[in-house]
């Protein structure tokens, strides 16, 4: 499913500069630290403007795009007679659905986990018939881009009390979070470490992360260094 989830907080203005960015460009790239919440972005701007759309396609960049590619073009020709048929052929499916997507309007490609334009840059020549959407933690995949920044000290608060039912445990959390710079996927993570264990108290839970954890201590270092 690409609803986003419903603790989804303070991204409308994004959701709107993500629009405007696709209507004005016809792509745009989503990019962010990981964990910072692009692919929730994404599902919410699908959620709002799916109806904008004959076509969406979301493709997996960390794995191979061809059989995406081809699984793509097979459900595209089972609403097409057989004479119109995109071939499926592996060797060009590409070129293939390109030149499909060159002739229709209102369609939608999102690339998610995308390292480099380069996969992708024979659809970036159909700039102007559709929107092409990247995410990626490239900031300069594309000129065209929306960052997605860590939340607020008010949105985390507004988050978390999605998440969380005790005020203090709130304020403790979100004095954390601001100050070690959480992104939105940590601060849920710790919220719901917190649920599941409520004997820990939040100054517990961040020696947890910081000294004795080295699972919650790898996810960081991926946070921030990659």
């Given at each position: ?10 991204h ?54 061809i ?14 007679p ?39 840059q ?10 092409i959407?990247v995410?990626?933690?490239n900031?300069?995949?594309l000129k065209?881009?929306?960052?997605v ?10 988050l ?23 992104p939105?996927?940590l ?16 100054k ?6 910081s ?5 919650i201590r ?9």
């Amino acid at each position: 499913t690409y609803n986003p989830v419903p603790y989804f907080t303070n991204h409308n203005d994004t959701v709107a500069e993500l629009k405007k960015s696709l209507d004005e460009f016809g792509m745009v790239a989503v990019s962010g630290v990981k964990g910072s919440g692009k692919t929730e972005l994404v599902k919410k701007y699908i959620y709002n403007y799916h109806n904008n759309y004959k076509i969406i396609a979301i493709f997996d960049s960390k794995v191979d795009l061809i059989p995406q590619l081809v699984n793509f073009a097979n459900s595209i020709n089972e609403t097409l007679p057989e004479a119109e048929h995109i071939s499926l052929d592996y060797n060009n499916i590409q070129s293939n659905l390109i030149n499909y997507l060159r002739y229709k309007e209102k369609w939608l490609l999102i690339f998610d986990n995308l390292l480099t334009n380069k996969d992708i840059q024979n659809f970036l020549s159909l700039k102007g018939k559709g929107h092409i959407m990247v995410v990626s933690l490239n900031s300069n995949i594309l000129k065209s881009k929306v960052v997605v920044n860590n939340l607020s000290e008010i949105y985390i608060k507004e988050l978390l009390a999605k998440l969380l039912k005790e005020p203090e445990l709130i304020e403790e959390l979100t004095k954390v979070a601001v100050e070690q710079g959480y992104p939105t996927a940590l601060i849920v993570d710790s919220a719901v470490f917190l649920m599941n264990h409520p004997h820990y108290s939040v100054k517990e839970y961040t020696e947890k992360v910081s000294e004795n954890n080295e699972v919650i201590r790898n996810y960081l270092n991926l946070v921030f260094n990659e």
